[in-house]
């Protein structure tokens, strides 16, 4: 399986962006659970966002409760998941990683304890005036 993001870039306060995370290769997407990390300069890489595979539940950092969305693209062909981000800070800047796991046993531990078997290139996200 490999992973390949995309929709990164810059952006001002306040604005939006969709990252898009396409997987060749491997089993469908959607037999995987997925997730989006963010490593900040001089910062660990976090879990900001993860999706089940089984039932579809979602997490989300509390740093970006309410303003991302992660989901699967509604044609499944495309074998494609997107992170929604808006209402954008400059605290969101970063690398943004695209991560792919098989087996998971909550949807909160993928993102909070990195449990990740593919990693994504990364694609930049820069929030500024």
């Known amino acids: 399986l490999q992973l390949v993001e995309s929709g990164g870039g810059l952006v001002q306060p306040g604005g939006s962006l969709r990252l898009s995370c396409v997987a060749s290769?491997?089993?469908?997407?959607?037999?995987?659970?997925i997730g989006w990390f963010r490593q900040a300069p001089e910062k660990e890489r976090e879990g900001i966002s993860c999706?089940?595979?089984?039932?579809?539940?979602?997490?989300?950092a509390d740093s970006v409760t309410g303003r991302f969305t992660i989901s699967r693209d509604s044609d499944k062909a495309t074998n494609t998941v997107h992170l929604q981000m808006n209402n954008l800070k400059p605290e969101d800047s970063g690398v943004y990683y695209c991560?792919?796991?098989?087996?998971?046993?909550?949807?909160?531990?993928?993102?909070?304890?990195?449990?990740?078997?593919?990693w994504g290139q990364g694609a930049q996200v820069t929030v500024s005036s």
């Open positions: 999706l089940e595979n089984e039932h579809g539940k979602t997490y989300y």
């Open positions: 290769g491997g089993f469908p997407l959607d037999y995987y659970a």
């Open positions: 991560a792919a796991v098989t087996l998971i046993t909550t949807v909160r531990s993928m993102c909070t304890h990195s449990i990740v078997h593919v």
